[in-house]
């Protein structure tokens, strides 16, 4: 695919526009203790501290305001167990149209009661893709309802990319900046904003090991989606599309994956250090710092932190005899 | 040794605060406030997340404008500061920014992590009992130190560097009625409440104790500084002191309009609270006024709960926000 066919800056810099009104403009933290052990300086983005708890609030909000009046009034719909679900119903409800969100039988219930919370219409069913996606095409079907995608929506790549934006004007000059990679439309919109505003950054994804279809189509130069998932990142267990597959081969500068201990690990030190809860997946950039997966030392570090939405009664590091 | 008797307590005027503000701003975080979404039927209620800064805790600010204000021949000698917590942090980060020598007086108890985190920041500490430093505190002198002391809350400048808080807070919430901060020495409420008095004088300013240590909450009904005559150590180890020290009772008094107290299980559901609801981590100092505001100690608001700081111990803080909330 052709560079110009992709995402551009502009594109970016308009979802600011839209989404300005609507999502927070997140805090960059630092910290001379994490710096220490990382021979660098760290810039935290803490979309964690975004409405509804993630970076989601953003793509999901864009995708909605980017509607037509007459599209908008028959509804959204999405699939989702986690955060895209609880965005999607936010972002509706602020333009008081409905929102449809499939939910798998199974999900943590609560996320179920957020989505509920911000007046989302649930749909329940099976606890698997297909079943997702075809009861999501049926209520579609009976409601004319637009779909908004996770992360294969251009609106919602673009709108994810915001946060990258207030990240280069609030750090300092970074040499590189990390993301996490699942589906990939978070760090599609955030290389394109920083590769367009500073080429010379290096922009790094990085992934669970357990999950790591982009590492494998990054090195394969094509497109090889997961089979099996094994991670507590549950936010990185999709898998890329075509399209943000394209925009990583053009713009991602390496895919680095990480474990699972040092992704709690990472976790554990990022409250400690911080103040801030993050989830597993917003853990896995500085995973891979703190594992020496990338070459960080001296530099301008920007890592995007994509989420705080935890069970705080099942936490990883929780022994039963703290419990 | 004799200390030299201390200058009069004068009032924190707008423009000590200002000029502050503008001293400070490359080493402070503007933290953000960002209103705790609670649903219908709970007052409207916004953290000030100082928490979120560089160490950790508000006291920052007031350590960053003691250290910018030093003349060339004090940045020489050198600034020293009596705090194991986050007033030591303040001062040693502040003046290892500015490429000055810094020396802490701690209480030889204060926990590892906290003195570990001192010295790689540079300072060199300086171990005592508690009652050598609470007479160093009184004192304002300490045998051996010659440079220029931060006093951890009697001190104009120290206390005008917490002024900044309050004027970001009255920009970001311009229509709040109450803010609530927490009482250990009282620098952060004369702060704020300077602040706030000045420029829209209407807002009500509170401070909130533990009811396990609550002079300034004995103070304010009796009209002049008392102790507190049964205090109890607890996790809430940032606030409650076992008096208010009264040039402090003379600070803080015309720029306060209540003195609120909360309890021990209040303030650790605040903590859990603030955890779900806004994915921060507050020390016990932290939560109090959130507590206060939840327990509508403070009208129906907009009110402004200021979150002092988030220094503790994480397995503390896991085993203290444990089991789930059942009420409010």
Redesign the interface.
């Known amino acids: 695919m052709a560079d110009d066919s992709l995402l551009t800056l502009a594109d970016i810099e308009a979802a600011r526009v839209r989404i300005g009104p609507y999502v ?1 403009r ?2 960059v ?5 994490l710096d ?1 052990a990382a021979g660098a300086r760290l810039y935290f983005k ?1 979309e ?2 975004q409405h509804i ?1 993630a970076f989601k609030a953003r793509g999901a909000t864009n995708a909605v305001f980017s509607l037509t009046d007459g599209e908008a009034e028959k509804g959204v719909a999405t699939h989702s167990s986690g955060n895209h679900g609880s965005a999607v119903a936010r972002a509706a409800a602020l333009r008081g149209v409905p929102a449809y969100i499939v939910m798998p039988k199974a999900a943590a219930r609560p996320k179920v009661e957020q989505v509920e ?1 911000l007046g989302g219409r649930i749909t329940f069913c099976d606890n698997t893709q297909a079943a997702r996606e075809a009861t999501t095409e049926k209520v579609i079907a009976e409601t004319g309802a637009t779909l908004v995608h996770p992360y294969d929506d251009r609106k919602v790549m673009a709108g994810q990319g915001t946060a990258a934006l207030e990240l280069m004007e609030d750090a300092p000059a970074l040499d590189v900046v990390l993301c996490p990679i699942g589906g990939g439309g978070l760090i599609s919109g955030a290389a394109t904003a920083v590769k367009a505003l500073r080429p010379a950054t290096r922009f790094i994804g990085v992934e669970p090991a357990g999950a790591d279809d982009a590492a494998r189509s990054y090195a394969a130069h094509r497109l090889i989606p997961l089979t099996e998932v094994h991670t507590i990142a549950d936010g990185l267990r999709a898998s890329l599309s075509p399209d943000t597959f394209a925009h990583i081969e053009a713009r991602v500068d390496a895919v680095a994956t990480v474990g699972e201990a040092a992704i709690v690990e990472a976790m ?1 030190a990022l ?2 250090a ?4 993050v989830e597993p997946s917003a853990a896995v950039p500085y995973a891979a710092i703190r594992d020496g997966r990338v070459d960080v030392e001296g530099k301008a570090v920007g890592i995007i932190l994509t989420g ?2 935890v069970d ?2 099942k ?1 990883p ?2 022994s039963e005899g ?2 | 040794m004799s200390a030299s008797p201390l200058p009069p307590v004068r009032p924190i005027s707008l423009s000590d605060i200002e000029a502050a503000r503008k001293r400070i701003a490359g080493t402070i ?1 503007r ?2 406030l ?1 209103r705790l979404e609670l ?1 219908p039927g709970f007052p409207d209620i916004r953290l000030k ?1 100082e ?2 800064q ?3 805790a508000y006291k920052l600010r007031g350590a960053a404008n003691a250290v910018a204000m030093l003349s060339e021949a004090e940045r020489a000698r050198g600034v020293w500061t009596i705090s194991a917590g986050n007033a030591g942090q303040g001062v040693a ?1 502040a003046a290892r920014q500015a490429g000055v020598p810094c020396k802490v007086v701690v209480i030889e108890t204060a926990p590892a992590a906290k003195l570990e ?1 001192m010295r ?2 540079g300072a060199e500490l300086v171990m005592v009992p508690f009652d050598v430093a609470w007479k160093a505190l009184e004192e304002h002198a300490f045998e051996g130190m010659d440079g220029t002391l931060v006093h951890p809350f009697d001190d104009h400048e120290f206390i005008a560097g917490h002024g900044s808080m309050g004027l970001e807070i009255l920009e970001d919430a311009p229509d709040a009625a109450a803010v609530i901060g927490a009482v250990g020495g009282g620098g952060l409420l004369t702060g704020v409440g300077s602040a706030i008095k000045a420029l829209k004088p209407s807002v009500k300013v509170f401070g909130v104790e533990p009811a396990t240590a609550a002079p300034f909450s004995v103070s304010f009904a009796a009209g002049g500084p008392r102790e507190f005559p049964a205090w109890e150590a607890s996790f809430v180890d940032g606030a409650g002191g076992r008096s208010v020290i009264p040039r402090m009772w003379e600070r803080m008094r015309p720029v306060v309009d209540g003195a609120l107290v909360v309890s021990l299980e209040q303030t650790r559901r605040a903590m ?1 609270l603030m ?2 609801k ?5 020390e016990g100092a932290g939560a109090l006024a959130l507590a206060a505001a939840l327990a509508g100690q403070a009208g129906d608001g907009p009110i402004v709960a200021i979150v002092s700081g ?2 503790l111990d ?2 503390k803080f ?2 203290l ?4 909330l059942t009420e409010l």
Do not use: F
Not at chain 1, 29 to 33: A, Q
Not at chain 1, 274 to 277: R, T
Not at chain 2, 278 to 282: C, E, G, N, P, S
């Open positions: 927070r997140t805090p933290l630092t910290s001379d203790v220490a803490c964690n501290l708890g919370r554990r409250w400690e911080l103040k801030v809860l705080g939405n705080l009664d936490l590091w929780l703290m419990r | 975080l933290t953000p960002v649903g997340l928490n979120l560089p160490i950790n980060y985190r790689a920041l859990r955890a779900e806004a994915r921060v981590i507050a988030g220094n994480l397995a896991c085993e926000i444990a089991g789930e």
